[in-house]
Every structure is written in C-alpha cells, then in structure tokens.
C-alpha cells in the first residue's frame, strides 16, 4: 500500500493511543517544542513565520486534530509533519503542551506593535483604478480555511479574479474602505493586513495584539480599530496601519480587566462600538472631532463647568449592563446595539437591548444566544420592521418586533445555525443550521412575508453555510465548507444552483458593495 495510507493510519492511531502513551511516559513536551516548534512558533509560542500556539489561538482546533497536523503537517504551508522523528507519545505529549497557558503570559505593547509594522515599497502609489476587468462593487471576497487562501470572485461572471496566501486562520469578516479600494483582514493571532484589491498588493501589515478577535474600520475609512483578547486591550491605527494608541480594557477603576469581545463601526454615528467578554460594559468610541465631551460619574449640569470632563473624541464613553456581552449587530438607524452573552449566571439567557443615545438596556427578549457576530438581520415586515437571528444551542431563528421587542415568530430550522442572509431585493431569508450534526447540509429558506419556510437547498453529508448575495440581491453564493469544499451560487428566485467554483474550505465570502453600502441583508 501507498506510504500516505500508512502515514494517515498512524495520524489515526494517534488520536486512539497518544494521550495514553504521553501519560505513561516520562516526556518533556517544553523541550521537544524548543527544539522542533521555537524557530517558526517563537520560544513563548506567540508565533513568528508560523501561527501563534496559545490555547486562546488554538480555540477552534481540535486537539485530535492539532496531534494530525503536528505527525503529517500541512498542506500549502511550511509545517513539515514530524511522525518519523516523533514517536505517538511524544507528539500527543506536545499537543497536550501547546494547550496549556504559557507562563508567564506573554505581553505585546505598543512598542511591540510599532516593531512589527511592514509596508510594500510603492504600494501607495499605485493607480486608483482596478487592473482587471469586473465591477468592484460587485466582487466577492473569498476567505479560504483549508490552505490559508483568498480568492476575489467576480459576482457577474462567478470567476475567480485573483487568489493569495492570507495569514493563518483569518478571524472575522473583512472590512472594507468607503471606496471598495482596500481591505483589511484580522488573523487570530493578532496580525492586520492592508491589501489593495485594486492592484492585488499587499500595502501594509502589522501585529495588534497576540491574539484578536476582530478588526472595524471606520466609515470614512481613516481609522482601523482591533479587539484583542491577548493582551486586554483595543489598539487604535490611522488607515496606513500607523499605530495611534491603545486602551485597556479595564473597568473606570483600573482594578477589573476584561478581553475584548468585538469592536463593530456605526458609521452613521462616525464611532466604534465595542463590546468587553469579562466586564459588563459597552463602549462608544467616537472618531468625530466635534464629539461632545465625556463626564464619567454624576455631573449636575455639565454647562455650568461642574465637573471636568475628557474628550469625547477618541475617548472611551461607558454604558453599564447588566451582563457582558459576546455577540451584538445593530438595528438599521444603529440606534441600537442587540447583543448576549454565551453563557449566563441565570440561566436562561435573554437577549439584551441597549439604546445607544441614553447609554442603557431598554428591553430584552428570550434568545438562547446569539451564535456569532452579526449573526442576524433586520428587514420590513407587515409595516413594522423585524429582528431575525439563529439561536446558538437551539434549531429555531427568532424573530422580534423592533418597536415592542417582542418576539412575534419562533422560526424550526433542522438545528442550530451560525448565519441567517437576505437582501433587500430578496423575499426570501436563508440560514445555516451548521452547527447541527444531522442538520449541517441544509440551508432553509425563510419567506419574508409569511415568516415560514418555504424550501431548502442540500449538500448530504457536508457543511453548508454563510449565504452571501450579489450586489443586486438576484444571486445567493453558499459555502461548501469541506477541505474539497466549492463556492456554490445559486438563483435566488429560482433556489436553482447555478454554478460551483472549487474552493479550500471557503469559510466566508464578502460582497463588497453590500458590506460598503450597508445591506440590510448582511453584516456591517
């Protein structure tokens, strides 16, 4: 037989046997990593020309699967696999090792960001026109998983443009400036990256943080912000990715810190909304120079000078919840932030709503979670406009009057799902049930008007996810999340699949006019 059937033979065994060899065995997994990982993962494991290897870095990768990678390696990268220098024991013990928090906990300052900025020689004056021939209001960015690629697809022709390397393990939608020239990506492991999609060139790179969980641009495109859970700070950038400055994440105090759950632009309010995982606070981030003045505590009558205040322009103005948020989108007028956490002390989690002009909770409503940033949409329904989002542990999209925040419709999807997607021009509202083990192949489709469903569209056996729709709303593009995965675009009048492009496990696509513009059927 082949050596590659032997080799994944071994990768299985040692998924069954490893862990208990490593636990019968003497082994010294910090040596073994100095001597095999430091020279590409760094000597703290905060990563170097490979990824970071913190247990906050490696979240979303299976042990079994971080022990597969480790003896076979990685395709399209430079990790070698170590199985004929490594025995089963050793490589379970190394994983174990890389899962485990370092200590001490490394640090990342901003002397550190400013060392870690590159920039492409000449990238700023290139010409202000796109070098190939497709509308870019209309194009599709496609972030891959599999081999840590992006492809830009014309959303006319459904061709692929271009496709390059990415960092590793790309975290959060990509933003976008005002104009669709430039995007910005965020790894998990903290890096920035400047790309012109005009000229396919990189423009600049920078690490924010060691590991991140998103990035947002402002809506006139001057300011890139990012969420760092490691360490517990924002880390504020003009648009050249120039470092500006950086706030921890820490109650008024000082004495509570907190990760950084999400950091979304409301442009029409020109500030940042972030949200903290640990502190039960919103803030408001504002990049308008006019910004009133911010009073943190009881102030009388702030005209009459009673109390000194800071600036209101990049400064952080506090909202106290009564629970931190995970995952929040905003209402259309973003008036609103509608957020929850993952988990609640109470039990039962209820989904929060806070006005964002009076700076407190106004309403809640029964929701078991939301499953993802954004996750959710809003459009028109019978001369009311409506919430609908997927639960995170429940098969069902809930679905709230905005103006009473009642939850008017409780939607059976086959299980729980990441993502529901429409558009304006659309009738139909589609969601993922990705999270479901029997469920994960089926995107239901939702009438907008009935609020019922009306079909489906299968991939038996695979994971299918993430609708994304043309800029004119007459096509919906899903991803076949599959190593040997495809970009599938499909009539969305019709629900006919219309066309499939190959693609590594394509994690997310992008519309750029859709993202720019606001769509009333995508996130922000």
């Known amino acids: 037989m082949s050596s590659l059937f032997w080799r994944a033979v071994f990768a299985v065994g040692l998924v069954t046997t490893g862990v208990g060899l490593a636990r019968s065995q003497s082994i010294d997994a910090a040596a073994l990593y100095q001597e095999h990982c430091a020279v590409c993962h760094g000597v703290q494991r905060i990563g170097s020309m490979g990824p970071a290897l913190l247990p906050e870095s490696l979240e979303r990768l299976r042990k079994t699967e971080a022990q597969k990678v480790i003896a076979l390696g990685r395709t399209a990268t430079q990790m070698p696999g170590f199985s004929e220098k490594l025995s089963p024991a050793a490589i379970a013990a190394l994983t ?115 590991n991140m969980r998103n990035v947002a641009v402002s809506g006139d495109g001057r300011w890139v912000m990012a969420a760092n859970f490691l360490p517990n700070t924002l880390a504020l950038f003009d648009a050249d990715l120039n470092l500006v400055r950086t706030y921890p994440a820490t109650t008024l105090d000082g004495k509570s810190t907190s990760r950084v759950s999400a950091v979304y632009d409301a442009a029409p309010r020109h500030s940042f909304i972030v949200a903290l995982k640990d502190i039960a606070e919103l803030w408001e981030i504002s990049y308008d120079p ?96 409506v919430l609908a989002s997927p639960n995170l542990k429940d098969g069902t999209v809930t679905v709230v009057d905005m103006k009473t925040w009642k939850v008017i419709k409780t939607i059976p999807t086959p299980g729980p799902g990441f993502f529901m997607r429409s558009h304006e021009n659309s009738p139909y509202a589609w969601v993922d049930s990705m999270m479901s083990p029997g469920g994960k192949d089926t995107l239901t489709v939702i009438d907008k008007k009935s609020l019922e469903p009306v079909a489906s569209v299968r991939e038996p056996g695979r994971t299918l996810s993430h609708i994304e729709f043309t800029r004119d709303g007459r096509y919906a593009l899903a991803s076949l999340m599959e190593m040997d995965g495809a970009l599938i675009v499909y009539d969305a009048r019709t629900l006919k699949e219309v066309k499939r492009l190959p693609m590594s496990k394509p994690i997310g696509k992008y519309n750029v006019g859709n993202k720019i513009n606001r769509s009333e059927g995508t996130s922000h």
Do not use: C
């Open 96 to 210: 174990q090792w890389i899962y485990t928090p370092v200590s001490p906990v490394p640090t990342w300052t901003e002397a550190d960001i400013h060392a870690s900025r590159t920039e492409t020689p000449g990238a700023k004056t290139l010409p202000a026109k796109p070098i190939w021939n497709a509308d870019p209001m209309n194009l599709f960015v496609v972030v891959e998983g599999g081999d840590h690629h992006v492809s830009l697809v014309d959303g006319d022709r459904f061709v692929p443009i271009h496709r390059f390397a990415s960092r590793y393990a790309l975290h959060g939608g990509p933003k976008f400036t005002p104009d669709g020239r430039y995007v910005f990506f965020g790894s998990r492991d903290g890096w920035i990256t400047k790309y012109d999609l005009w000229n396919l060139v990189i423009v600049a790179e920078v690490r924010a943080g060691l």
């Open 290 to 385: 006019r910004a009133e003045p911010i009073f943190d505590g009881l102030v009388h009558d702030y005209k009459m000078g009673e109390a000194v205040g800071k600036p209101g322009f990049l400064s952080a103005r506090r909202t106290s919840l009564e629970e931190p948020l995970d995952d929040f989108f905003f209402d259309q007028s973003y008036q609103y932030v509608i957020g929850t956490p993952r988990a609640s002390a109470g039990g039962a989690i209820q989904a929060q709503v806070v006005n964002l002009d009076v700076r407190r909770r106004i309403a809640s409503f029964p929701l078991s979670g939301m499953p993802h940033l954004g996750s959710g949409i809003t459009f028109p329904w019978n001369g009311t406009v």
